[in-house]
């Protein structure tokens, strides 16, 4: 039998030896296992820094629904809208695909967001930018572009028929930008006695008059509404995206179309992912899109052709509604369709800032009328996305102006959600 003095010594030993190996493991176990979130790395620059932009749930217009509705914060994007997007997919295709050269010009008609972000992207990638817009969109818009280095054209309102619709003038400049590249490329090869010398200096005659300098290196028209790189860009990202931070537990999508682009790709996406998620059109006054979802035809009685005006856009939302198909639209799978008006966009604009903080565009106000008609439409307990396409920084002289509201008979009075039916 050990002696009591010598147990004593072996179990006090034992035990601090127990302490110490505790000790250690414990904090051995620590620091591999910490809790604190990694460091995220920096991003590769402004194209890295597109996409990937935060789901937020809004709050005000969820808690008067009984729904989760989610608006994918989009104007957190550089260029401040989902065009960004866009812009990196256009111009990334065109260089793969050598239909644009580094030093040419990227030309595109647009109403505001998708020119904005193209004038953003282009000198990331070498390349210059010229746009041309109809001169009824709000001015802050051409300030911003031109702030950002692009050139502005402003022509008149007129059809998509017409050879001076802003989307075909910004085809011809892109067809001008390329005979000048091709003249300056067949110049070089010139012979050089046909240069004239002239006290040293160097004369190649006189110079055709153009929007482009005489060492353009060509010019890629982007062509948003029928170019499928739009589409792509939602297809391969935006849809992902979503679905990822819902963790596919979403019931339904809905969002405006203006090229069509953004709800032709993320419907797609979502729709393959599950065929139950249901996707909607949110369509303003003025665009033929409802009816085409609903009815299968462009126009209604009143709409006929040869009725319409040939500017039929009386909508203060800027960038959505049209009326015609193109290519990207016709890539959405869609379960149906709302109509919203200008009077339900502001009222939800004046509700979001002044119950969530949110100050948003025309569009974003617009796809939010949209999701709350989904949620009365489907009942509570769902889980509803939209888009936060851009926010309200480019639209203060028309959208969020008293007195272009006012002449306009859309001045907001509305104390609470009444003007979507909600108490």
Same mark, same amino acid.
């Given at each position: 039998? *050990? ?10 030993? *034992? ?29 590769? +620059?402004?194209?890295?820094?597109? &996409? ?31 065009? /960004? ?12 695909? @050598? ?41 802050? #818009? ?72 005489? @060492?353009?290196? &060509? ?17 391969? +990202? ?9 963790? +596919? ?33 949110? /369509? ?16 209604? #009685? ?11 856009? /009386? ?26 008006? /200008? ?48 926010? &309200? ?29 909600? +108490?």
């Amino acid at each position: 039998m *050990a002696h009591p003095t010598t147990t004593g010594v072996v179990v006090v030993a *034992a035990a601090s030896i127990a302490t110490v190996l505790s000790f250690l493991y414990t904090n051995y176990r620590s620091k591999p296992c910490s809790t604190t979130t990694p460091k995220k790395k920096p991003r590769n +620059g402004l194209i890295d820094a597109i &996409g990937n932009t935060p789901l937020i749930r809004i709050n005000s217009i969820s808690d008067a629904t009984g729904c989760e509705i989610l608006g994918k914060a989009e104007f957190l994007n550089p260029g401040g809208s989902v065009k /960004d997007r866009v812009a990196v997919k256009i111009i990334q295709e065109a260089l793969e695909s @050598d239909e644009l050269a580094q030093g040419g010009v990227v030309t595109e008609g647009s109403a505001g967001s998708t020119a904005i972000s193209l004038a953003t992207v282009a000198p990331a990638y070498g390349c210059k930018c010229h746009v041309v817009i109809p001169d009824d969109v709000a001015i802050e #818009k051409s300030q911003i572009l031109e702030a950002l280095g692009a050139t502005v054209e402003r022509v008149r309102p007129v059809s998509i028929t017409h050879t001076d619709h802003y989307v075909n003038v910004a085809r011809r400049r892109a067809l001008e930008a390329n005979e000048i590249a091709s003249k300056q490329r067949k110049s070089k090869q010139t012979d050089a006695k046909d240069v004239e010398q002239i006290n040293g200096y160097t004369s190649e005659g006189g110079k055709q008059s153009s929007k482009f300098s005489s @060492d353009c290196k &060509g010019g890629f028209f982007a062509d948003q509404f029928e170019n499928l790189a739009n589409f792509r860009s939602h297809y391969e +990202g935006t849809g992902p995206e979503i679905w990822e931070q819902t963790g +596919g537990k979403l019931d339904a999508f809905i969002a405006a179309a203006g090229t069509g682009g953004t709800i032709a790709g993320i419907s797609k996406f979502l729709k393959e992912k599950n065929p139950n998620i249901k996707c909607f059109l949110i /369509d303003p006054p003025g665009s033929g899109l409802f009816n085409k979802v609903t009815r299968g035809v462009m126009y209604t #009685k009143e709409e006929a052709e040869g009725r319409r005006l040939k500017n039929p856009f /009386d909508t203060v939302t800027e960038g959505i509604g049209i009326n015609r198909l193109t290519q990207n639209f016709m890539m959405a799978e869609l379960d149906g369709a709302f109509r919203g008006t /200008d009077m339900e966009a502001v009222e939800m604009s004046r509700f979001l800032l002044k119950n969530d903080g949110l100050f948003v565009g025309s569009s974003s106000a617009m796809n939010c009328v949209g999701a709350v008609r989904v949620a009365q439409s489907i009942g509570p307990g769902h889980t509803i996305v939209t888009i936060l396409c851009d926010s &309200g920084m480019r639209h203060l002289s028309k959208f969020y102006d008293t007195q272009y509201l006012s002449q306009h008979g859309l001045t907001p009075s509305a104390t609470g959600l009444e003007f979507v039916g909600l +108490g």
